[in-house]
Structures are given as structure tokens and as C-alpha cells.
């Protein structure tokens, strides 16, 4: 326990990581922790909307993972936000990796509901492969770089056995199925195509046991409730900031100015920045004064940063079976597996491979969740609402065969073109290692006679294993706070290296 210390410290972000770090803080006892918000409202990419009379998640949706060594579903338990059915042994015991059992339904582009067991030689295929992508450089790396090109040798290699049997339309169907999977992955990585994706660093994300769930009341309760746990002034909000100022070596000064857009400069002893990588790549060299070392701008380059979108839509009535939680999508007239669309501007919409059923407390409540990702999502924002509903209605029809399905409301995300974000988290892009994870979360300066610790960094895209994860962002937050604590405590003096 650091008491009362008066190291003045800034936190540029309020969102979970910062949050979290000025929590961590402030409990410890230090008096002198500001945050800097550049909008209007705390949560960052955690956002609760409503459609109609019904809850939704613009942002953070799931716990993954919500067991005992997640500290965001302790948290969310002590807040007594969760479910109970949430909270039970069995729930925590169940190791599904990023997939939780949902009960599906299945329709094809030809406006076919297909039987879900007929599916399940895909879904077991696509699973398979991906829990066991090869996980260090001992494969012949060359063959197959991305995830992408590894998923989609290996469905051809295995399916060219094993559904030899199978007629072509079943055989086209299961391979649709591969696509639509990908497409999934896509919007679980936030990116375009699982070409992106790293195959070695793809392994380095570790999942949590337990059953994926969601926040009941919504995941903006998490934040209120931290947030009532600290001092009413801590936050400026609509203060963005224009440079960090670092590098100061004398002693006994303040090492940091932050300049604010409004012209206001603060000093500080330190200063803990939580924006996104999305920003960092556009804005690092301006943000910061001198430029960040070549190692951090290598690593703010090779780890990628994506976006996945939704689309929620409310419907006069129920169109999908009374128990269902996923609606999947086939396109049956696609020849190759594909996880991205060739003309982005016609075919957008085939980028949607699934639509979640949005639990809700509200009678008559009948919201699904559409997912989309990559250029796809990117090109989906810049549209009218009324062509993104016009695109959906048609979608529908064609899925279910039924023209007399008409949405009733829409409402689409639009975490790229959102100024403080450009995308919605981080992802490994080719070539990107644990390391450049390891550097993303290293403090200015990294050595020499000047003061330690200016400059920290947290947020989702500076956790090695649980990056893109809200448990990730959080973990983050804490750490540096720890990094400060014990920098600050008698008893154990930080050396330069450590790391937490």
C-alpha cells in the first residue's frame, strides 16, 4: 500500500483500462490521479444503447470467458450484474474456447432452412482446425503464413476424403458452411480476412474457461459502478489532448506536460495512455513530443487493429425458432471458400455470416444482432440508413423465401469512422510476435539517467494473451497502476525491467 502519495498522475482515456488504472490508484492512495476524456461520456468501447424497449450493446458485449480468473466477470459478480445462471459451477467449469454451444438455425441463399445436424460435419471440421493451428515456426512456415491460407488447404485436403461420398449440392452446402465460419472468425478478429491474420501469432490469444455471457442490464452497469467507486472530479471529459511532452530529465520537476486541444497544458509525473491502437497509428506522431522509440512505432505497426460492426434489428414478430440463440447464413452460390466479398460496394451484405437473437426482459422484444467485419463494415458505415435496412430486408427475404418480413427498426455501429477509436480492437497481424505486444506495454523511457515511468501505455492492445478482450483492457489498466504502486512502495523499489 503506497499512502497518500502525491505523484501527480494522468490518465489520457476513460475507458476500462483507464478506469481501471485510476481505480487501482486512487485505492492505493494516491491523491493526485486525473483522467482526460476526449468525449462526452466514460466507457470507451463499452456503449449501451437501446432499440425500441430493448437493451443493446453498441460495444463490448461478452465476458469471454467467465470463470474465477477473469477479474471482469469477479467484478461484474460483486456488482451483482450477471445472471445467476451465470454464476454456476457448471457454467464456469466449461472450456468452449471462443465458441459457446448456442442452439443454431441454418438458412441457406436459396431460401432453405436446413437441418442443423446436417451442418455439423462443417462446424466440427472448422473447429477442429482451428483449435489446433500450428503453434510455433516448426511448420513449414512458407506454406501456409496466415490462418487463412491454413483453414483453407487444410478443409480442401481433409474434405477431399472424408465428403468424397457426398453429393454436390450436400458437398456445396458444407463448404458454404466453411465460409460462413470464417466470415465468424473474421468478426471474432476484427478482421478483413484470416489471410490478416498471423498463423503463429494466432495461438498466442488464451481463452478463459467458462460460458461466454453478456451483462443482463448492459456492460455500461461495469462502468457506472467503477466510476461511483472514485472521486466526482477526477474526470475531464470532452478534453482531448493534442501532445505528451516527455523526455525531461531533470529531477525534482514534473518530467510531462500533457497539452490539451484547448490549449491547457498539465504537468505530470506520469502519464498512463490508454487510447486505442486505431488512434495510435494514425495520430503517434503527433501525439507525442519526441516521437516514441522505433521499437514501440514497429510494434504500433505490425500488431493489427480491425473493425466489427453490428447491425441490430428489430422485427414485428418472431421469424426464428422459439429456442434459438444464432441464426447462420449459407450462400449456396459461392464456388470457393471465401471470407471476404469481391465488389465491397455491391455485396457488402454477404460479409454477414450470422445474427445473434437479443435476449431481453422486454414481452414482444424481437431484436437479432448482425455481425460484419473488415472493408465490408467499413463500407457499411459510410451508407444512409435506409439502404443498410433496404439491404437487410432483401437479405431476409432471400434467406427465409418470405417477402412479408419487414424490420421495424435498425440500428448499425460505427466504431471505424468514430474519431477516438477508428476500429473496434486489435488483432495478429502477419509477421506480428509476442514481442511486439511485450514492447506496446513498455514505459518511456526505456533506459538512461532520466525519471522512470513518463510515459506508460494500457489498453486491450497492449495484453500479450487476452488482447481484443474487455478482461485484457482491464488487466491492462492494473497493471500499470502496479507498476506505479510499487514504483512508489518502500518495500519493493522498481527496477527499470521489470515487468508485471
Not at 28 to 38: D, K, Q
Not at 455 to 478: D, I, K, N, R
Amino acid at each position: 500500500m503506497a499512502e497518500n502519495v502525491d505523484a501527480k498522475i494522468v490518465i489520457i482515456g476513460c475507458g476500462i483500462a483507464g478506469i481501471a488504472a485510476a481505480h487501482r490508484l486512487v485505492k492505493s492512495g494516491f491523491t493526485n490521479v486525473r483522467i482526460l476524456e476526449a468525449t462526452g461520456r466514460s466507457g470507451g468501447r463499452i456503449k449501451t444503447g437501446r432499440l425500441g424497449n430493448t437493451m443493446i450493446e453498441i460495444g463490448a458485449a461478452f465476458i469471454h470467458g467467465p470463470s474465477e480468473e477473469n477479474p471482469v466477470f469477479c467484478l461484474a459478480r460483486d456488482y451483482n450484474l450477471l445472471d445467476p445462471k451465470t454464476l454456476t459451477p457448471e457454467n464456469q467449469a466449461m472450456d468452449v474456447g471462443e465458441y459457446p454451444p448456442l442452439v443454431p438455425n441454418w438458412f441457406t441463399s436459396s431460401g432453405q432452412k436446413v437441418n442443423p445436424d446436417d451442418m455439423n460435419p462443417a462446424l466440427d471440421l472448422f473447429h477442429v482446425l482451428l483449435e489446433n493451428t500450428p503453434q510455433s515456426k516448426s511448420h513449414k512456415q512458407r506454406s501456409w503464413p496466415s490462418v487463412g491460407d491454413f483453414l483453407r488447404s487444410e478443409v480442401r485436403r481433409r474434405t477431399a476424403k472424408r465428403w468424397k461420398d457426398k453429393d454436390k449440392h450436400t458437398r456445396q452446402l458444407l463448404l458454404g458452411a466453411i465460409s460462413t465460419m470464417l466470415k465468424e472468425e473474421c468478426c471474432s478478429s476484427a478482421t478483413h480476412s484470416l489471410e490478416d491474420l498471423d498463423l503463429v501469432g494466432f495461438s498466442m490469444y488464451l481463452s478463459i474457461k467458462g460460458v461466454d455471457c453478456t451483462f443482463p442490464s448492459g456492460s455500461e452497469g461495469l462502468i457506472s459502478n467503477l466510476m461511483s467507486e472514485l472521486p466526482a472530479d477526477l474526470v475531464s471529459y470532452s478534453r482531448p489532448v493534442r501532445c505528451v511532452h516527455w523526455g525531461c530529465s531533470e529531477s525534482g520537476v514534473n518530467a510531462v506536460t500533457v497539452e490539451c486541444e484547448d490549449g491547457e497544458k498539465i504537468n505530470a509525473d506520469h502519464v498512463i495512455v490508454t487510447v486505442s491502437l486505431g488512434y495510435l497509428k494514425k495520430h503517434h506522431s503527433t501525439l507525442f513530443s519526441p516521437p516514441l522509440p522505433a521499437q514501440k512505432l514497429k510494434s504500433i505497426e505490425k500488431i493489427g487493429f480491425g473493425t466489427c460492426d453490428k447491425i441490430h434489428v428489430e422485427f414485428e414478430s418472431r421469424w426464428w425458432d422459439a429456442d434459438c440463440e444464432i441464426i447462420y447464413l449459407v450462400w449456396d452460390d459461392e464456388k470457393d471458400i471465401s471470407d471476404h466479398v469481391s465488389d465491397i460496394s455491391k455485396n457488402w451484405v454477404r460479409k454477414i455470416s450470422s445474427f445473434n437473437v437479443v435476449e431481453s426482459s422486454e414481452r414482444g422484444s424481437h431484436v437479432l444482432c448482425g455481425w460484419i467485419s473488415g472493408h465490408e463494415a467499413e463500407h457499411m458505415e459510410t451508407l444512409p440508413e435506409q439502404e443498410v435496412r433496404h439491404s437487410i430486408t432483401e437479405l431476409i427475404h432471400r434467406f427465409t423465401g418470405d417477402l412479408t418480413i419487414i424490420p421495424k427498426r435498425i440500428e448499425c455501429t460505427r466504431w471505424f469512422h468514430d474519431p477516438w477509436t477508428l476500429g473496434s480492437y486489435c488483432h495478429p497481424a502477419i509477421g506480428c510476435s509476442v514481442q511486439n505486444f511485450k514492447n506496446m506495454m513498455e514505459p518511456l523511457p526505456t533506459r538512461g539517467k532520466q525519471q522512470p515511468l513518463q510515459v506508460m501505455f494500457a489498453g486491450e492492445a497492449t495484453h500479450p494473451c487476452y488482447y481484443s478482450s474487455l478482461h485484457g483492457a482491464l488487466l491492462s489498466g492494473w497493471r500499470e497502476a502496479d507498476r506505479l504502486i510499487s514504483h512508489y512502495s518502500k518495500t519493493s523499489p522498481l527496477h527499470s525491467d521489470q515487468k508485471s
